[in-house]
Structures are given as structure tokens and as C-alpha cells.
């Protein structure tokens, strides 16, 4: 099954954990989920090695909520598979019957890119670690290395050839946890611009229908077409809400656990990277710089996301108060104002059925993350 507004890196992403239709790649999917037994215990023993010391311990921190973050996610959308493969069955049946609005070919455009660009930072970002690693490699003696991911296991791991075993498992984990983050982004764009070509078929429909109320008021066309236009209105705003719901049903708590641990990670990778800076440790600040800007990458794509789909919805209200509904049939217009009524409400996909994702939470986020961060900082210099 191809889908043209799938981008290959997130259909071979989605393949591979097992979300895509017909496929039920359960090796994939447990490749994917090592890294919670091979890395994450390893690594929650070395926060605790170095609990005494805030700045390793806020480093560590770091990678363990990420890491967190990334398997609840995976963990949700698995459980939530079957959505998954409806919302994406209903996309290539679209496209399939042609049943797409004129501005498709932009929408599927903008998703291949977004998808495109989105995996060109995360595997582009999961390489500047490998620099820093070789450069570590290559200059530090052999009690001094560290892990990709910082962990410590419970025997001589720093002597070759356990130490490259162990740092070429991490690596591919890492790469493969890099990816799996663009995939829940990239697919969340390719719902909400799926959802969005739905609006666009809908404002044509009232469009026709407005035409057509002006006809009526001229007798040209009857009051059973009228109705055949309000039932296509209806049926259309039936499949626009249902594709939001599904997404809602897929990405609500993916999106809350995002929001979460974003808070969580904003705050103490930007304690680490104040130190650096005043530690004037520049390969840090790079490494952390790099890392809070991901971290705020990923909240703003879910955001920027739902909003787009708020303005989109905006439109039907307009769109419908402006057609000439009142030359109707009044049982048509009953119908034609319980449309209306539909589309007050606003058309959101929210975190955990509570935050709309919209950029004005984006903006709360960011000022919740740095106002910790203020706190955390205080008490550390107290």
C-alpha cells in the first residue's frame, strides 16, 4: 500500500514498529524497546552513582527523561495501533477514489518536506554525539570512557573489546530512538494536514450549496436538490469529525506525555547548559544548546499542528454564515443550524482531553519550563 503524502523514512519507520497496514513486525517493535532494558536501568544506576554531584546528575537526567518520554510514546501508539492503521487505510482510500480537495497536492507536499526535514535533524543531531564520542575515543585513556549514553554496568565494561560491543549496541539503540522521535512528529503532521484536506472538501461543498441557495431564490434548482447539498454538508462534517477524533484518540496522551516531559527536560538540560556556559565548557554548550532546541521542536510541531487545524475549522463557521441559507426549505435550514452549532465548537486536538495543542499552549509551556528552571537555579547557587 503506498500513500503518496507518507514520506519513505516514516513508512519504513512505521513498518518497522509495526504500525503500518498489513504489517505486524512485533521484532521490530522489540528492537525498538531494547533500549528499556539494555540502556535505561544502566543509566538510572549512573544518575544514582552521581546523585552528589547536581551537574552529572542533571546530564544524565536529561538523556533518562527523554529516553522516558520517547517508550511512553511508543508504548501508547502500539496500544493504540488499530487507529493508527484506520486513519491511515482512510488516507490511501482517498487518494485511491480521488476523493481529495484541490489544495492536495500543497498539503502532501508540505507533509513529505516536514517529514523530510524533521529526519534530517534528529539523525543529523544523533551524529554530532558520534563526533563527540570518536573525539573521546581517540584522546581519553581507557578508565576514563564513557558510554554514548552514560550508564554503568555492573562489570568491566571500558576494556576492548566489551567497551566497542556495548558502544556499537548504543549507537544503533540511539539512532533507532532518534528515528522513531521523527516518526511520532511526522505522522501527527500527516493526520492534521489529512484532517485539514477534509475542511477544504467541506468549504467546496457549502460553496456549491451557497451557488445553489441563490438558484433556488431564482427557481432553477428545487428543493430536493437543496437537500441533497445539506445531506453531502452533513456527511462531510460527519468524516471531518470523525478523522479529528481518531486523531485525538491516537495522539492525546502522546502529546501529554510529550508536553510533561518536555517541562521536566527544558529544565534541567538548560540548568547543565547555564553551567557550561559559565564553565565556558563550549563543546557542552553546543551539545545541550543542540538538545534544548530539539526538545522545543517537538512540543512546537504538535502545537504549531493543532493550531493549524483550530484556523482551518474557523473557516467553517465563517463559511457557512456567509452561504445563503436562509432561501432554503426551513427543515433544511434546521439542518444547515445544527451544522453551524457543530462547528462553534472549536475543532482541537488536545493533550490528554485538556490542553488544546494550539501555539498559546506552546507559549505556556516555554514560560513553565524556564520558570523551574529559575527555581532549579536558586537552589542550586543557595
Known amino acids: ?6 514520506y519513505w523514512p516514516l513508512e519504513y ?33 549512573d544518575a544514582i552513582k552521581t546523585i552528589d554531584n547536581p551537574i552529572l546528575l542533571m546530564d544524565s537526567l536529561s538523556d533518562i527523561m527523554t529516553e522516558i518520554a520517547l517508550y511512553a510514546k511508543l508504548i501508547i501508539m502500539w496500544f493504540n495501533r488499530r487507529y493508527v492503521v484506520d486513519v491511515l487505510k482512510e488516507i490511501s482510500n482517498d487518494c485511491n477514489q480521488n476523493d481529495v480537495s484541490q489544495n492536495w497536492t500543497l498539503l502532501n507536499y508540505n507533509a513529505r518536506r516536514f517529514c523530510k526535514y524533521d529526519y534530517s535533524w534528529y539523525i543529523s543531531a544523533t551524529l554530532l554525539y558520534y563526533i563527540q564520542l570518536v573525539t573521546m575515543y581517540i584522546e581519553v585513556p581507557v578508565d576514563g570512557r564513557e558510554m554514548l549514553l552514560k550508564s554503568y554496568y555492573p562489570f568491566d565494561y571500558k576494556s576492548s573489546p566489551t567497551y566497542e560491543i556495548m558502544l556499537f549496541l548504543q549507537i544503533i539503540l540511539a539512532m533507532s530512538m532518534a528515528i522513531a522521535n521523527a516518526m511520532t512528529e511526522s505522522l501527527f503532521i500527516v493526520l492534521i494536514l489529512h484532517a485539514c484536506s477534509y475542511v477544504d472538501l467541506l468549504l467546496d461543498e457549502i460553496k456549491i450549496f451557497s451557488d445553489n441557495c441563490n438558484k433556488k431564490v431564482l427557481n432553477i434548482t428545487d428543493s430536493n436538490n437543496m437537500r441533497f447539498y445539506v445531506h453531502v454538508i452533513l456527511k462531510r462534517h460527519i468524516q471531518l469529525l ?5 486523531i485525538e484518540n491516537i495522539y492525546s496522551n502522546v502529546s501529554l506525555v510529550q508536553m510533561f516531559f518536555s517541562v521536566i527536560t527544558i529544565c534541567v538540560t538548560g540548568f547543565v547548559m547555564i553551567t557550561a556556559l559559565e564553565s565556558k565548557d563550549i563543546v557542552l554548550l553546543i551539545k545541550f544548546a543542540t538538545f534544548i532546541w530539539f526538545l522545543l521542536w517537538q512540543i512546537f510541531s504538535f502545537c504549531f499542528a493543532g493550531q ?16 445563503d441559507w436562509y432561501n432554503i426549505e426551513s427543515n433544511d435550514v ?10 462553534q465548537r472549536p475543532l482541537s486536538v488536545t493533550a490528554g482531553k485538556y490542553i488544546p495543542l494550539s501555539v498559546t499552549s506552546f507559549a505556556a509551556i516555554v514560560k513553565t519550563s524556564f520558570s523551574y528552571l529559575s527555581v532549579l537555579r536558586a537552589s542550586y547557587v543557595e
Open 1 to 6: 500500500m503506498k500513500i503518496p503524502m507518507v
Open 242 to 246: 470523525e478523522s479529528v477524533k481518531k
Open 334 to 343: 434546521k439542518a444547515i443550524s445544527f451544522i453551524i452549532k457543530k462547528t
Open 308 to 323: 493549524y487545524l483550530l484556523n482551518k475549522g474557523e473557516t467553517i463557521t465563517g463559511a457557512m454564515y456567509d452561504s
Open 13 to 45: 519507520t512505521l513498518r518497522i514498529n509495526g504500525l503500518w497496514p498489513g504489517e505486524n513486525n512485533i521484532l521490530g517493535s522489540i528492537v525498538t524497546a531494547s533500549g528499556m532494558v539494555l540502556i535505561l536501568p544502566f543509566q538510572v544506576w
